[in-house]
């Protein structure tokens, strides 16, 4: 157990809906990252948040959003949803994620998302 | 820009033997870290081991070091006496060191590895 907890495990919606994907960092932790898992792309970086402020990003669309909440815990919101966003989205926390070539992310269990 | 290659898509290895994970990077940076992760059948990520880019000695976690050659830009992982348990898709990954900014994740795609009984 990485100690990063994300909500749901499983997802199943239709195309064109909205859904929220939630993500509670470790303990102590002030850096969340979302990543995108997908057969055809792999694992690429979305977003990262280091306590509250957007850090930078990564191949994310404009119809997807993230936040971090003043508790640290994420948000990662995908709207207008496609089949091709079916994808397993994983969140991961580290200590500051300021550069240092130490700071190990952690992953959480991620939620499969599925589309249909 | 930083990328990771590993060549193996699958591999198959006898319970018990040592097996070696290539990895290549290619990175124009001075400064960087080497990752590898586990996922099992189940999905999640584990963290396994880390490398930074001036380290002297090779890293070891238990059963698992990193054969990290600098001039080659190998950071290969190796299991010394493999479980079933072992069986898992296997990430590398790498980041660079910034002063500020994001600490993103550029990960490879992945070497499935079967341990046989």
């Known amino acids: 157990d990485s100690g990063v907890t994300q909500t749901p495990k499983h997802l199943i919606t239709a195309t064109g809906q909205r859904v929220t994907l939630r993500c509670s960092p470790r303990?102590?932790?002030?850096?969340v990252y979302w990543y995108q898992q997908s057969l055809d792309q792999g694992l690429q970086f979305l977003i990262q948040?280091?306590?509250?402020?957007e850090r930078a990003k990564g191949n994310i669309l404009e119809r997807f959003s993230a936040q971090q909440f003043p508790d640290l815990h994420s948000e990662l919101n995908l709207s207008s949803l496609e089949l091709g966003d079916s994808a397993l989205y994983f969140c991961?926390?580290?200590?500051w994620g300021g550069g240092a070539l130490t700071d190990t992310q952690y992953f959480g269990p991620g939620t499969r998302l599925t589309v249909l | 820009a930083q990328k990771i290659t590993q060549t193996q898509p699958g591999m198959f290895v006898q319970e018990k033997e040592a097996v070696t994970l290539d990895c290549t990077y290619d990175?124009?940076?001075?400064?960087?870290?080497l990752f590898w992760y586990k996922q099992p059948s189940s999905g999640e990520m584990i963290f396994l081991i880390y490398?930074?880019?001036?380290?002297?000695q090779n890293a070891t976690e238990g059963r698992y070091s990193l054969n990290f050659q600098k001039a080659r830009k190998s950071a290969n992982l190796v299991i010394s006496a493999s479980q079933l348990g072992d069986s898992a898709m296997y990430f590398c990954?790498?980041?660079?060191?910034?002063?500020?900014?994001?600490?993103?994740?550029?990960f490879g795609q992945g070497t499935r590895l079967t341990i046989n009984p």
């Open positions: 991961a926390s580290s200590v």
């Open positions: 990175t124009s940076d001075p400064s960087y870290g």
């Open positions: 490398q930074g880019s001036y380290d002297q």
């Open positions: 990954a790498m980041t660079r060191n910034r002063r500020e900014g994001a600490q993103k994740l550029v």
């Open positions: 303990s102590g932790d002030l850096s």
């Open positions: 948040y280091y306590n509250g402020e």
